[in-house]
């Protein structure tokens, strides 16, 4: 039985210089975990407009449920304009008041929280006090043996400490890069002489299962209660780096939902980041072919 991966939080079109992409960290989460053959939805909210309804298409096509996404009759879908540098690393100018800035909280958001198996989420979308009370509540529904992953991702200015110390208090799976664990760190005065010892200090100041961090070309590290993994890094040819890190997030919840050691995990989610950046998008096409020679 397929289990049910949940991205929480902004869905919003990625202004591309080729054109627009869909995407939002929660968005290409459920992407990859749809591609990795399992259920995935998005709880998110749109604007009753034309990108609201080509979202909605655009998920379908995907092979991600859109049933409980919700309509906003007030404030327009969200967009965010990309800026590629000449290494293809992207730069972020993302569109404020939108339609994810006010999620609500319904009976079919407690269901499908109760349903899920792993969740998600991010400190964007809590930028604004209403998303933020229905991101939080959706997570204290879901139940006690979900993977509830926080997806750091900073965006400044839309963060702040308190932001962070709660989802952390409510996430038992942490990714962040290592530009995002030096701001934690600062911010929560971790203990640490190097990268993997604040990793080490952030899983046991909130009893996390598993601290991820990402390490660009360099790969990445996985932190357990106890075990460690580090993986190299794939060298690839870079297109565009939008979506490497939250394709990462879900082979790494993926796997680890089917019990993988984080070894294996390392490697699939690293192999699979590292393809995403050859492509266009955070959402390109995952055909059997590329995950064969991924997962085997």
Same mark, same amino acid.
């Given at each position: ?5 949940? *991205? ?14 869909? *995407? ?16 995935? @939805? ?24 859109? @049933? ?10 969200? =967009? ?104 934690? @760190? ?49 060298? @690839? ?39 995403? =950046? =050859?492509?266009? *998008?955070?959402? /390109? /096409? ?11």
């Amino acid at each position: 039985m397929r289990k049910l991966f949940v *991205g929480l939080g902004e869905i919003l079109w990625d202004i591309l210089p080729t054109g627009k992409q869909l *995407g939002g960290a929660p968005a290409n989460f459920a992407y990859i975990a749809a591609a990795l053959g399992e259920r995935a @939805a998005v709880a998110s909210r749109i604007g009753r407009d034309r990108l609201g309804y080509e979202a909605l298409q655009a998920l379908e096509a995907h092979g991600v449920e859109s @049933a409980w996404m919700q309509t906003d009759e007030q404030h327009p879908t969200g =967009t965010v304009r990309v800026r590629l540098d000449e290494r293809g690393d992207a730069r972020f100018e993302i569109a404020e008041d939108a339609a994810w800035d006010h999620l609500a909280w319904t009976p079919a958001w407690n269901a499908l929280a109760q349903e899920a198996h792993a969740v998600c989420f991010g400190t964007l979308a809590q930028r604004r006090a209403q998303s933020r009370a229905t991101i939080r509540r959706f997570l204290r529904a879901v139940r006690s043996d979900a993977l509830k992953v926080l997806d750091v991702n900073l965006r400044p200015p839309f963060y702040s400490r308190e932001v962070i110390v709660s989802s952390l208090a409510l996430a038992n799976v942490v990714k962040l890069n290592r530009e995002e664990l030096g701001v934690v @760190a600062g911010l929560l005065d971790l203990i640490g002489s190097d990268e993997g010892e604040l990793a080490r200090s952030l899983q046991r100041r909130f009893s996390l299962r598993l601290v991820c961090l990402t390490l660009g070309a360099q790969g990445s590290l996985l932190v357990a209660e106890d075990e460690v993994a580090h993986h190299q890094g794939v060298r @690839a040819e870079v297109v565009d780096t939008v979506g490497a890190g939250d394709a990462f997030t879900a082979a790494m919840t993926v796997l680890l939902s089917r019990g993988q050691r984080l070894d294996q995990i390392g490697r699939v989610a690293n192999l699979l980041a590292s393809w995403v =950046t =050859t492509q266009r *998008g955070a959402m /390109p /096409p995952v055909t059997k072919d590329v995950l064969a020679q991924i997962l085997q």
